[in-house]
């Protein structure tokens, strides 16, 4: 059984989508929709506030205007329309968000702390958080019937309210969960770059250890994307993968060893 995420980066997903009905493995699909949302959230009169944690990790500053329009963009439009293609190709998608069931539960982070040219602040009415659990039973029932989840933020937090979490780490988490086979996380690039400027830089192999080394001196996206694909395998699952969306045939280029693997 693979996890498939799907970055929100990727303009084309067809090809994945195709892939993904071909494939005779088990999948859930999990995916991001940051351009709709940037674009939504524009057109509604407030742009997209991004933010960088103590640590260096940007975000999504998420008040409760942005969480509307988040829910629009990922479990409305992005999730349904992955769905709606899915099933056109003979797949029996089943879309749904961490927040339906509680499938995904975890704590939500109402102060933020942030950042700005090296000084500290705290926003508040913030709706982030971290993930604390995962509901396998109720995916692996799906899964069961024949079902492909079709999964995205947000998810529940304690008191049920609907918060964002990084779609890289909720990939990563259900991977663990379920005991993912392969994680395989496709962005618009190669893979994890040395230099972010040249596509030639394509880091091919890591191990475990050597990727969570290796977390401090990315920068960017691409920092959360290591963390994720690295903590998943060191918590078992078989080996993970960040590779190219853009690819003819994205999946199994994948497989047959595209992109950067950590094993």
């Not at 892939?19 to 699909?29: G, H, K, L, N, P």
């Not at 995904?104 to 000084?119: A, K, P």
């Not at 230099?195 to 290796?214: C, H, V, Y």
């Not at 395998?233 to 969306?245: F, P, Q, T, Y």
Request: charged fraction near 25%; hydrophobic fraction near 45%.
């Amino acid at each position: 059984m693979i996890v498939v995420k799907i970055g929100g980066s990727v303009r084309r997903i067809d090809p994945l989508l195709h892939d993904i009905a071909a494939t005779t493995e088990q999948v859930v699909v999990v995916h991001g929709a940051s351009r709709d949302l940037d674009e939504l959230s524009t057109r509604l009169g407030s742009p997209p506030r991004m933010v960088q944690s103590a640590r260096g990790d940007v975000s999504r500053f998420t008040d409760a205007t942005t969480m509307d329009h988040f829910l629009m963009a990922y479990a409305g439009k992005a999730n349904k329309r992955i769905v709606e293609r899915l099933r056109q190709l003979g797949v029996d998608a089943f879309g749904l968000c961490g927040l339906d069931g509680g499938v995904v539960r975890g704590t939500r982070r109402s102060d933020l702390r942030i950042s700005v040219d090296g000084r500290a602040r705290v926003l508040h009415d913030n709706h982030v958080g971290s993930i604390d659990s995962v509901d396998a039973d109720l995916l692996r029932s799906l899964l069961a019937r024949g079902l492909t989840p079709v999964m995205c933020p947000p998810i529940a937090a304690e008191d049920g309210t609907a918060i964002n979490v990084d779609g890289d780490r909720l990939a990563a988490e259900i991977a663990v969960a379920l005991g993912a086979t392969r994680l395989m996380v496709f962005a618009d690039t190669p893979g994890l770059l040395r230099d972010p400027a040249d596509e030639t830089t394509l880091i091919g192999r890591l191990s475990a250890p050597e990727a969570e080394r290796l977390v401090p001196a990315i920068g960017g996206r691409a920092r959360v994307k290591l963390r994720a694909v690295a903590g998943a395998r060191l918590r078992g699952v078989g080996a993970a993968c960040i590779a190219d969306g853009r690819a003819a045939r994205p999946l199994f280029n994948a497989m047959a060893g595209a992109g950067t693997w950590v094993r």
